[in-house]
């Protein structure tokens, strides 16, 4: 929520225009955060109503996943998730109804018909890639598509995959990266740095203070970024996606942020986190920075944003009403999808 | 029709399949210039160039992975495991990836990728190079399973495996490798998957088998046949799904059955057809079921004598089908 006290001007890194960015991107990019705190914050809700038995966050991360997204060529990039990617999907262009399917298991939801659980996100449309459970396994998944391009003679063409800095402890996450460096295949893995593995802090899964520093290990470029940051996670999420696409090779990109919710809703986080460093965090929260900037470059004015707001809250009570109506999986559909004909 | 041994049937099909359809591929460990280290891939590399004949690093998650993301690009990825003893590592892969693929994203994405190992005892392979792994495969639903005992079929389900729109995992006996000769047809064919063959016909014992076994059976049944024991020896090639029709088809003709495998006794394959034969074919028999596999320790071991006495053998078959045949 907005201070009553004016702006105190911005803290972020790049003027948009000198990205290439128009104003109408901004307010859209600021809408869509608010969208998917709005969905967020609606899910514990639901939760607590026992309506939805498993939830997870993406609170705090929104500024990494929306700037990551706004790299990628939608529908054409392979984007390849993790759990932890709600505000990713959003911004690629699943909407609030498709995430609220999706948390109450019903047979309309696209991730996975009711199978999955909460935060699997899935969209052959989109070519985003339908992810397990055990962490750090999917990035191998890119980097197998990313050699599929070369055999296809595919370019202009990149696959993004996702994960916590917990993953890069994972064999499978080492090996994916080993292969992608060998061949300098068109790959970014961004690495969304909240500095938790759920209640293990990063000093005692990682033993360097910054992941991007592995990268050199594996032959490829690691970049450190503000993920708090809108526009930070842009331009180099940009950059990164431009070499891979020319040939470049990958790149790991670490975005540092840090989840304002717990790791999930059978989580308490009070057990591990002190409550001074979440306060600390979430007066850095990167919905409230990219207000502060649009409101700064006078991009829109506190009315506005209270507009958007209010109109955003009466969306996703649509959404919600819309999903809680949908009719669960038909029973027999337990027994479809075993084997192709 | 060309005599080939199997792992020249294996690359055959490897071969006609590549020419055939450019979306296949395949990776693995020293596949290229070394052309494998059965040879299965000798001369590919040469043949159709390093995109599609990928020497991998020492990752075996990371070949199997690989091919799962490759796949999702419409391609069809053949991953050798240089053993099977080290597809452990590719498990997570396999089973939480491949197999629940096309499930887990209810239709939308399906992962056709083939892996391939080479299995078995009685080469001096000890506890690392001589495991049977493919029970551990064999109870996971949107995978397919599959083990041939002779070159003609080597080639044809590995061709029905590279087509298969899911994951397939065929284990390669390594005995079988220079073994066995047989006719295989040049260019491509195929062995459906899923389908047993009945290599002997037979009335009084049905012999369920796969692999080097297979063969040690054949050899088992004409030695008893001799005696007056009439064995029918079923191949049932594919362990999963099982070839359920064929199965319980033979035992309700013959009312006893004896399943033969070279993996340990418990919880191998032998143990879900005997299950099958209990609950659906009960009142078809004569005997108890008989079992003979391996004993439950780890894999062979490398002494001589202890291989010997851990391996099966066509005389322990035959005194097995002797024994059931008195019942």
């Keep these: 929520m907005q201070d009553a006290s004016p702006p105190p001007g911005h803290d972020l890194q790049y003027e948009h225009a000198a990205l290439g960015l128009s104003d109408a991107q901004v307010l859209a990019a600021l809408r869509g955060m608010i969208v998917a705190r709005t969905v967020d914050d609606r899910l514990w809700l639901l939760s607590r109503q026992g309506k939805a038995h498993f939830v997870i966050t993406s609170a705090g991360h929104e500024a990494t996943q929306f700037g990551c997204a706004w790299a990628v060529q939608i529908g054409r990039d392979y984007v390849v998730p993790y759990y932890r990617d709600m505000a990713l999907v959003l911004a690629l262009g699943q909407t609030p109804r498709d995430i609220f399917l999706h948390a109450l298991g019903k047979a309309e939801d696209p991730a996975s018909g009711g199978r999955q659980m909460f935060g699997h996100f899935n969209s052959r449309a989109l070519r985003i890639v339908s992810g397990s459970s055990s962490v750090g396994s999917h990035p191998l ?43 300098q295949l068109p790959v970014v893995f961004v690495c969304e740095n909240n500095q938790y593995a759920i209640s293990v802090p990063q000093a005692r899964e990682v033993p360097v203070p910054d992941v991007a520093t592995k990268a050199a290990g594996y032959g490829m470029p690691g970049m450190v970024v503000d993920g708090n940051d809108l526009f930070a996670v842009y331009a180099a999420a940009q950059a990164a996606l431009a070499r891979a696409r020319a040939g470049g090779g990958p790149t790991l990109l670490e975005c540092k942020t840090y989840r304002l919710r717990p790791h999930s809703n059978a989580d308490d986080d009070r057990k591990y986190r002190r409550v001074e460093e979440v306060d600390a965090w979430r007066a850095r929260d990167p919905i409230t920075r990219l207000e502060r900037y649009a409101l700064h470059s006078e991009l829109i004015d506190p009315a506005g944003l209270a507009d958007i707001r209010t109109a955003v809250v009466a969306e996703v009570d649509v959404a919600i009403a819309e999903a809680e109506r949908a009719p669960n999986p038909a029973i027999e559909s337990l027994l479809h999808h075993l084997y192709g004909e | 029709m060309p005599q080939l041994n199997l792992i020249e049937a294996v690359r055959s099909a490897m071969a006609d399949a590549m020419a055939e359809d450019a979306r296949v591929f395949v990776l693995g460990e020293d596949v290229g210039l070394k052309g494998g280290v059965f040879l299965a891939t000798d001369g590919l590399l040469a043949r159709f160039g390093p995109d599609r004949v990928v020497d991998m690093p020492i990752a075996e998650a990371g070949i199997v992975g690989m091919a799962i993301g490759a ?144 063969h040690y059976s054949l050899e088992a049944a004409k030695v008893v046949a001799d005696e007056g024991i009439d064995v029918e020896v079923i191949d049932l090639r594919t362990l999963y799904p099982l070839d359920q029709a064929t199965i319980l088809g033979s035992v309700r003709k013959t009312g006893k059955a004896l399943i033969v495998h070279e993996d340990k006794l418990t919880g191998g394959v032998g143990g879900e057809i005997s299950a099958l034969i209990a609950e659906h074919a009960f009142e078809a028999l004569d005997a108890p079921v008989r079992r003979l596999a391996s004993p439950d320790v780890h894999a062979v071991a490398f002494s001589d004598v202890l291989e010997a006495h851990f391996m099966l053998n066509p005389q322990k078959i035959a005194t097995a089908v002797r024994e059931l045949a008195a019942y």
């Design chain 1, 141 to 183: 998944h890119a980097v197998g598509l990313a050699w599929a391009f070369r055999i296809t003679k595919e370019t202009d063409l990149a696959a993004m995959t996702f994960f916590g800095e917990g993953a890069t402890s994972e064999g499978a996450w080492h090996e994916a990266m080993t292969i992608a460096g060998i061949h």
């Design chain 2, 71 to 214: 796949s999702l690009h419409g391609l069809r990825p053949v991953a050798e495991i240089q053993f099977a003893d080290y597809i452990h590592p590719a498990i997570d892969q396999i089973l939480n990836e491949a197999a629940r693929l096309r499930y887990r994203s209810n239709g939308d994405w399906h992962c056709p990728i083939v892996v391939r190992a080479p299995f078995g005892a009685g080469v001096h392979g000890a506890l690392y190079h001589s495991q049977s792994t493919e029970a551990l495969f064999t109870s996971t639903p949107g995978l397919k399973v599959v083990v041939p005992s002779t070159p003609y079929d080597a080639k044809g389900l590995l061709i029905a495996a590279i087509r298969d729109p899911d994951p397939v995992i065929v284990f390669e006996h390594k005995q079988l490798y220079r073994g066995v000769r047989g006719d295989v047809p040049e260019g491509t064919y195929t062995v459906p998957l899923g389908q047993a063959a009945v290599r002997r016909a037979g009335a009084q014992i049905s012999l369920f088998t796969y692999g080097l076994m297979a």
